[in-house]
């Protein structure tokens, strides 16, 4: 109640069905959340002969923006791996390394990948920072949204799908998660309960902070999303009010869903 800014939560108990909602089909700004999004394509692709996790991917003045990450500080001319851009993009949430990603599988497909798993509101607009506009990013109803549109129910479909292997494929799937568990920072859910295994992405925006995720407690499994936005202040520190209320709020959704301890 004392938090100055806008909440939108889904849960689910991935084993029982049980879920908790606070405004769970709010249609949120994703920030680096769609990169969930841009690594299922990627796969799905790679899964399909049209890419390959050895194609090189070389760094130019024209792929670097701001933001996290740690390609910008590299020479232009550095060339890399497929494979390595979507670690950097998912493991420390690169943003040069995206936009290298999405200018290889394009933002349209990204998006088509995303309707043909049923969901509807969960887009990719476009590359990080400009360029690379998908037919949907270039509707004037969505360029309040930025890079990318989601809902938190969707977003924790989404992880439950991965979790039930039904995402390109099982063994895809089970890979794409165990990269998810590898993640650096770890400062919004389940941020005390670093002693379980969790699969997450998170994101963040001046005012915004997102984060999707499954943790995988000994008494089950939790999905979770959760989206802070419209807070008055900036503060980029671990100490963020929203990283601190998602941390807490975790918790509380968390135990509230999983059954009982014996």
């Not at 029982?16 to 841009?38: C, E, H, L, M, P």
């Not at 969901?119 to 969505?142: D, F, Q």
Request: with cysteine.
């Amino acid at each position: 109640s004392g938090f100055a800014g806008h909440v939108s939560l889904y849960a689910q108990n991935l084993d029982t069905g049980a879920t908790y909602a606070i405004n769970g089909d709010d249609q949120v700004r994703t920030a680096s959340t769609i990169k969930v999004a841009v690594m299922i394509e990627t796969f799905a692709q790679v899964s399909a002969g049209q890419m390959h996790w050895n194609d090189p991917l070389t760094l130019n003045k024209d792929s670097r923006t701001a933001g996290s990450g740690i390609l910008p500080a590299f020479g232009d001319g550095l060339t890399f791996t497929l494979r390595d851009g979507v670690n950097l993009m998912m493991m420390v949430s690169d943003n040069t390394a995206t936009n290298l990603v999405i200018d290889r599988v394009t933002a349209d497909a990204v998006n088509a990948r995303m309707a043909a798993l049923g969901l509807t509101a969960t887009r990719l607009m476009r590359r990080i920072g400009s360029g690379g506009e998908s037919a949907e990013g270039k509707l004037p109803a969505n360029q309040k949204f930025g890079t990318g549109r989601s809902s938190p129910r969707e977003m924790v479909r989404l992880m439950e799908l991965l979790e039930r292997g039904e995402v390109v494929s099982p063994a895809a799937s089970r890979e794409m998660l165990a990269l998810m568990k590898r993640e650096q920072g770890g400062q919004g859910i389940w941020r005390a309960w670093w002693k379980y295994p969790k699969a997450t992405k998170s994101g963040a925006l001046d005012r915004l902070r997102s984060n999707v995720g499954i943790l995988y407690h000994p008494r089950g499994r939790i999905a979770l999303a959760i989206t802070c936005d419209e807070m008055p202040e900036i503060v980029w520190t671990v100490d963020n009010p929203a990283l601190l209320l998602m941390s807490q709020v975790s918790e509380i959704v968390a135990d509230g869903l999983l059954p009982p301890a014996r």
